[in-house]
């Protein structure tokens, strides 16, 4: 299988935030290595997008964990791209409003 695109949508940025900040608040956590699992989640999914489990009880969206993180990423596929919903905190901050506002665009854009 050919390598895909892999694009962060914008309802992700609150998670990528969220990320940068924890490892800027915790000193004690090594930023680099977190970094490095991102990049090579980047890379698993542009080249295995199957290999996320289902979300919840979303049909299309799938997660992938970022090894040695709290961390994951919440993407679905389409049009050749690994669309990237959001960076989840998987101790509890809920990626429920960036699915909603997802949702949404997707479905509007349906309508086009």
């Known amino acids: 299988m050919a390598e895909l695109d892999l694009r962060y949508l914008a309802t992700a940025e609150h998670g990528l935030r969220w990320m940068r900040t924890y490892y800027s608040r915790n000193p004690q956590l090594d930023v680099v290595r977190a970094v490095d ?10 080249t295995h997008p199957e290999a996320g489990h289902l979300y919840e009880d979303y049909e299309n969206v799938h997660e992938w964990k970022i090894p040695n993180t709290a961390f994951s990423l919440l993407y679905t596929l389409a049009r050749g791209t690994v669309w990237v919903i959001d960076v989840r905190d998987q101790r509890g901050l809920s ?10 665009e997707l479905r509007a854009a349906m309508k086009t």
Do not use: I, N, P
């Open 37 to 46: 699992a991102l990049r090579r989640s980047e890379a698993m999914l542009r």
């Open 95 to 104: 990626s429920a409003d960036a699915l909603r506002v997802f949702t949404a």
